[in-house]
């Protein structure tokens, strides 16, 4: 088991950056994927990037493609998502998870950071 908590949530304007970092404890090393998801207001939940533990592999949800970097510090047990050209339509609570390499589906989650970009 990892618990998750995720920070560097807050308000930005069109075009601004934010860092969000997802710290774990616990169990941290024996999560083979870290990823941030996010959750927009009368929207699905929705996958935004994910990152490998070990090599570092990053996937991403094409409407962060480009914008977005996913990254991992192994020794902090922590991730990141830096965020650069956001848009209004980046609004949302985003949340960190974790899986082992052997499970398809995230089962463990944090609380969530709440990332709003106003025009």
């Known amino acids: 088991q990892v618990q998750l908590v995720e920070s560097g949530g807050g308000s930005v304007q069109a075009g601004g950056s934010l860092n969000l970092s997802c710290a774990a404890s616990g169990r941290a090393s024996s999560m083979g994927y870290i990823a941030w998801f996010r959750q927009a207001p009368g929207k699905e939940r929705e996958f935004v990037a994910e990152?490998?533990?070990?090599?570092?592999?990053?996937s991403y949800a094409d409407s962060v493609k480009g914008r977005f970097t996913i990254s991992r510090d192994n020794a902090k047990n922590t991730v990141y998502l830096q965020m650069n050209s956001l848009k209004p339509k980046d609004t949302a609570v985003y949340y960190c998870?974790?899986?082992?390499?052997?499970?398809?589906?995230?089962?463990?989650w944090g609380q969530g950071t709440q990332v709003t970009v106003s025009s």
């Open positions: 990152v490998r533990r070990t090599s570092g592999y990053t």
């Open positions: 998870a974790a899986r082992p390499t052997t499970t398809p589906r995230y089962g463990n």
